[in-house]
């Protein structure tokens, strides 16, 4: 049986003393670990070129292989990814120590044992040399999912949470500077990708499969405001994975836009089919006001929209997508859409 999330209200003293773990290692220690001055988010820069690019993919839309960059070192199971500029690249991700382990059946709420691993937030040069590794959770933390990732122009935006659906979460924010999670709200409930409004200083987040998002708006010294019951997700064409905020959109009429990207799970006749795609959402309505399949796969047979996703806009005004769809040894596969 579904539990319907329950917000828990933190106390303001508690709200301010909640901040997560930090424990990081450079490989490359005189490497600053984000650019100066940092670049803009999608919002205030190239969120409507992205779009309006999006507006001519199709089915049937080829692909173009730009670039693939490896990543050095171990990436565990990337979930999120942002680019801040020509040359850093920022992924959060999971490592798993324990393995979840099937119930069979559902105890207070959830299908599986807990579970055990490390959240990460993983810097990489833009050549995929390995600057640093920030471990953010501590041995024994029940939640250590890392889930997508988002950038606003001032902080990373993401979510730890359970290895399980109907369990826990919380979101947080991180200065790329340094790479410090400051805790923004716990919820009772996995979260996954989350996004940032600035200009209604709100966070949407996504639960388990992306089937509902829930969003809160912040106040600069108290908590976040109860969140609004959770909004359903009406799309079952994929899950939503890691998505970015790309603003306001003049497109949309003004609607807040987000892009996208993720993979579902099919199974006819005992044959599990993946499909991998891509889509441009209303943030407030969870509809998605535009979609397409992508059906490329890595060099290890992977969809490459499963997980980490940013976007950008070529000098030609084609859409140019980041994908890093493998664990553990990871490629950065760099596409873009063509004719």
């Known amino acids: 049986m579904m539990l319907f999330p329950r917000f828990l209200i933190l106390s303001t003293l508690a709200f301010s003393q909640f901040t997560a773990s930090l424990n990081i290692t450079r490989s490359k220690p005189h490497a600053a670990l984000a650019p100066s001055p940092l670049p803009p988010s999608h919002a205030h820069s190239d969120g409507e070129a992205i779009i309006t690019a999006f507006q001519t993919l199709g089915r049937t839309t080829p692909w173009t292989w730009v670039q693939n960059i490896t990543f050095e070192g171990d990436t565990y199971e990337p979930e999120g990814i942002v680019r801040l500029g020509a040359d850093r690249y920022i992924v959060s991700a999971g490592e798993y120590t324990a393995p979840t382990v099937p119930y069979n059946k559902t105890i207070n709420g959830t299908d599986r044992t807990a579970g055990a691993g490390f959240a990460h937030l993983i810097v990489f040069g833009g050549d995929g040399s390995r600057i640093a590794d920030a471990t953010v959770t501590r041995e024994g933390d029940i939640e250590y999912h890392n889930g997508g990732l988002d950038w606003d122009g001032e902080n990373l935006w993401g979510a730890i949470a359970q290895y399980r659906p109907n369990s826990t979460a919380y979101v947080y924010k991180a200065d790329p500077t340094t790479l410090e999670p400051k805790t923004v709200v716990h919820y009772d409930d996995h979260l996954g990708g989350v996004v940032h409004d600035k200009t209604l200083n709100s966070i949407t987040a996504l639960n388990w499969g992306s089937r509902n998002a829930t969003t809160w708006h912040l106040h600069p010294h108290s908590p976040p405001s109860a969140p609004a019951t959770p909004v359903r997700n009406p799309s079952f064409y994929i899950d939503y994975q890691d998505c970015k905020f790309l603003g306001h959109s003049p497109t949309y ?75 553990r040894e990871s490629t950065l596969y760099v596409i873009e859409a063509s004719g």
Do not use: H, W
């Open 253 to 327: 009429s003004g609607r807040p836009i987000m892009l996208c990207g993720g993979v579902s799970t099919l199974v006819s006749n005992g044959n599990v089919f993946y499909l991998g795609g891509i889509a441009l959402v209303d943030v407030e309505m969870m509809v998605p006001v535009s979609e397409v399949p992508i059906t490329l796969t890595s060099a290890r047979g992977v969809p490459l929209t499963q997980n980490p996703i940013d976007a950008s806009v070529s000098k030609e005004g084609s859409l140019r997508l980041y994908l890093l769809p493998d664990q």
